[in-house]
């Protein structure tokens, strides 16, 4: 099983979804940021690295939101979405093909990877009018 880690970013009353790149494994689809742990790392420090990797900010990482285990043909991954905030720096597109933030409503518009469907499901619940 992979550990992957996952951030939720609100800006108001939208949050942040970066459509992986199109070379990559579910190529297109949109995602929240984030990616594996790598070993001896925590969820929350592989979230920052992860950050500064793919959008040059820093974040500053809360509370879990939710966890699913989603398998794919090629992998099994444990996701762990958490609530986090940009502490500095303004996204920068360095890995990924878009960045887009968008309401809780506007999630039907666009295709996710199959991981994150439960998650959208519980923020759609939470957080749609």
Request: hydrophobic letters at 45%; a negative charge; one cysteine or more.
């Amino acid at each position: 099983m992979t550990e992957v880690v996952a951030a939720l970013i609100w800006k108001d009353n939208t949050f942040m979804i970066c459509q992986r790149p199109a070379h990559k494994a579910r190529g297109l689809l949109w995602e929240f940021v984030g990616g594996k742990v790598e070993p001896g790392e925590t969820g929350e420090q592989a979230l920052v690295r992860e950050c500064r990797e793919e959008l040059a900010v820093t974040l500053s990482v809360k509370e879990i939101f939710m966890d699913v285990v989603h398998e794919y043909p090629d992998l099994t991954v444990h996701l762990t979405l958490f609530n986090a905030v940009i502490a500095e720096g303004v996204p920068v597109m360095l890995e990924h093909n878009d960045i887009r933030w968008i309401t809780p409503e506007e999630i039907p518009q666009y295709a996710f990877c199959p991981a994150d469907e439960e998650i959208l499901r519980e923020i759609i619940k939470k957080y749609g009018k």
